[in-house]
């Protein structure tokens, strides 16, 4: 079975600062890994996803990730977020088969200017 | 390319009444999901669709829920009769096949049952 921890349910940063948001996965089966962001009164969006290869992803709007597998980890990071990454991020795996997607409870991103 | 159409956007209803949500997905995708996600917490899937044939329904709490997806295009998603817990966001996503990892979500339609 699979599943996902997102340790922080809000992180609160001031524009310009950095950011990471934490996750951790539990999983019987290699899988792949996703963040994927919901804007306020919009659907998700694919962020970036790693499937093999190099363990630092880089997504869209300047995020990357870095796959560790020993920690079973995949956190999101960004240099310097601004007020429009305000949303809500949520961290998937998927078995390699690709049959069903878990997400984890998400982390609101809260970004003060 | 259109995104995945979902409506109505809100609901309001009693409890022991019925609703439905419906939803099209991006020309193509073979692969339909209806995911629940309750506030505070992350999409759980209820059913997904290959083509117009069930693949996983083990979530769907089939004594108050029904899906179909006729014709293998759009679906539709019935609660009869709906719950106070059934309060929650109703995600439509769609993927064009097995092979393709990327979902696609819509706005999702958000259910208060009072």
């Known amino acids: 079975a699979q599943s996902v921890t997102q340790l922080d349910s809000q992180v609160p940063v001031f524009e310009e600062a950095p950011v990471e948001l934490r996750c951790n996965y539990s999983s019987s089966v290699s899988v792949y890994l996703f963040w994927y962001v919901q804007y306020p009164n919009q659907g998700l969006q694919l962020l970036l996803k790693?499937?093999?290869?190099?363990?630092l992803v880089k997504g869209i709007n300047g995020f990357e990730a870095e796959f560790n597998k020993s920690q079973t980890s995949f956190h999101l990071r960004k240099p310097s977020v601004h007020i429009s990454d305000t949303a809500e991020y949520f961290c998937a795996v998927t078995p390699y088969n690709f049959n069903k997607f878990y997400f984890g409870s998400g982390t609101k991103l809260n970004v003060k200017p | 390319e259109a995104g995945v159409a979902q409506s109505p956007r809100y609901k309001i209803i009693e409890k022991r009444q019925s609703v439905a949500f419906w939803c099209n997905p991006i020309?193509?995708?073979?692969?339909l999901y209806w995911y629940q996600q309750i506030l505070g917490q992350g999409p759980k899937l209820l059913i997904q669709?290959?083509?117009?044939?069930?693949?996983?329904d083990s979530q769907l709490p089939k004594d108050r829920f029904s899906a179909e997806r006729l014709k293998g295009v759009d679906s539709t998603l019935k609660i009869q009769p709906a719950k106070l817990e059934d309060s929650a966001v109703y995600l439509c996503?769609?993927?064009?096949?097995?092979?393709?990892?990327?979902?696609?979500f819509g706005s999702g339609t958000q259910l208060s049952v009072l």
């Open positions: 790693y499937l093999s290869g190099s363990t």
């Open positions: 669709f290959q083509n117009n044939g069930v693949v996983d």
């Open positions: 996503a769609s993927r064009r096949g097995t092979a393709n990892e990327k979902l696609f």
């Open positions: 020309s193509g995708h073979a692969t």
